[in-house]
């Protein structure tokens, strides 16, 4: 097995803030399996200078990924691809059922909270879904 490199684009026109962009892609990557589980991420000094960026626009990425379970640090060894997948399925697991509780004290019927959730997805998703 060929070792994976980690290739990141920086875009400086893009709406979304450098670190968002580091996270979305380390994120995606992850998810898709083209950084498989316990792959070693560069570290944030390292990563930061490859891409031109300040060492604290990359932590900030690094802290967004590990508080959404998709990467996780081992202290002095670095920072390693996490089981993203089913910690991204319980926690959305666990929003879901936050959310319909909610919804159900707030009198909202099925079709009603349905509904919500549905706009919500578009708006984060495109309207392409």
């Known amino acids: 097995m060929s070792p994976q490199t980690l290739t990141i684009i ?3 026109d893009a ?3 450098p670190y968002e962009q580091v996270r979305t892609q380390i ?3 992850a998810r898709d399996g083209a950084l498989p589980v316990g792959y070693k991420l560069p570290t944030v ?3 930061a200078e490859d891409l031109g960026l300040a060492a604290n626009t990359v932590a900030k990425a690094y802290r967004a990924l590990e508080s959404d379970g998709v990467i996780e640090t081992r202290g002095r060894n670095g920072s390693f691809i996490a089981a ?3 910690a991204a399925d319980k926690e959305a697991a666990a929003a879901a059922e936050s959310y319909a509780r909610r919804a ?3 009198g909202l019927d099925r079709r009603a909270a349905l509904a919500v959730v549905e706009d919500a ?3 984060a998703y495109g309207t392409g879904t």
């Open 104 to 106: 159900h004290r707030l």
């Open 10 to 12: 920086i875009d400086p």
């Open 15 to 17: 709406a979304d803030a």
């Open 84 to 86: 993203a997948g089913e």
């Open 121 to 123: 997805l578009r708006a």
């Open 45 to 47: 000094r390292g990563l």
């Open 27 to 29: 994120a995606d990557r």
